[in-house]
């Protein structure tokens, strides 16, 4: 079954405000979550990794001040996009790998959430 | 993250074997072939991984060419839920995955 989970599935929101989306994994502690996006029509691409108790690390070309990640626990981390605008419209989909329970070379992905800013 | 190289689209006839390639003619040494699929507004589905052994599990069959520069992921019996886009990547293990374009499977009945 599922072992990552997201929330919300999806959201809509109106340009200029923040939306927080959650990362679960649900049956085993992640040492380490990836936040990625997908456009439509394309791949996935990378935005941070994040470590427990850790500032995440940012790719190139994602703003750190504008994509909010917080990874407080052993099982959540959080993806903030602050004052959200219509070109931040995407599919966020994060993904945990981590130690007990499950093996370190599987990245197990949640099944991501749609955000529509208007 | 070496890169790989795969068709863009491939269609395969309902209980046929599906046959998937992938070039990865940079891969390093401690680098896995991993092979990602996903179906339409979905999170990636993991299906299977090596290192330099063919490999096997209850989805699929991972074949790697003995000097690792390519490989080829087979599905036994292709289902019309097997229609997705697949991914072959390259990383060491507990990395960030680098998702190139894949190959989207039409499994057709």
């Known amino acids: 079954g599922a072992v990552v989970s997201q929330h919300p599935s999806w959201v809509i929101c109106k340009s200029g405000t923040s939306v927080k989306i959650e990362c679960r994994s649900l049956d085993f502690q992640a040492t380490t979550m990836f936040w990625y996006r997908q456009f439509p029509k394309q791949s996935l691409m990378l935005m941070a990794t994040s470590n427990e108790g850790s500032k995440a690390t940012y790719e190139q070309g994602v703003e750190k001040d504008k994509f909010l990640i917080n990874h407080a626990s052993l099982t959540l981390s959080t993806l903030t996009v602050t004052s959200a605008h219509p070109e931040d419209s995407s599919f966020y989909i994060c993904?945990?790998?981590?130690?007990?329970?499950?093996?370190?070379?599987?990245?197990?992905f949640g099944p991501g959430t749609r955000l529509t800013v208007t | 993250d070496a890169k790989t190289t795969q068709p863009p689209s491939m269609d395969c006839a309902e209980g046929r074997a599906a046959n998937l390639p992938c070039n990865h003619s940079?891969?390093?040494?401690?680098?896995?072939v991993y092979w990602y699929r996903q179906i339409h507004s979905q999170g990636p589905q993991y299906i299977i991984h090596g290192l330099k052994n063919n490999e096997t599990n209850e989805m699929a069959s991972l074949i790697i060419t003995e000097d690792r520069k390519s490989s080829t992921l087979i599905l036994p019996h292709a289902t019309l839920r097997d229609t997705a886009v697949y991914y072959c990547i390259v990383s060491n293990s507990g990395y960030a995955l680098n998702f190139g374009k894949g190959t989207s499977l039409l499994v057709t009945p």
């Open positions: 993904s945990a790998t981590g130690t007990s329970g499950r093996p370190s070379y599987e990245q197990y």
């Open positions: 940079t891969i390093s040494g401690n680098e896995y």
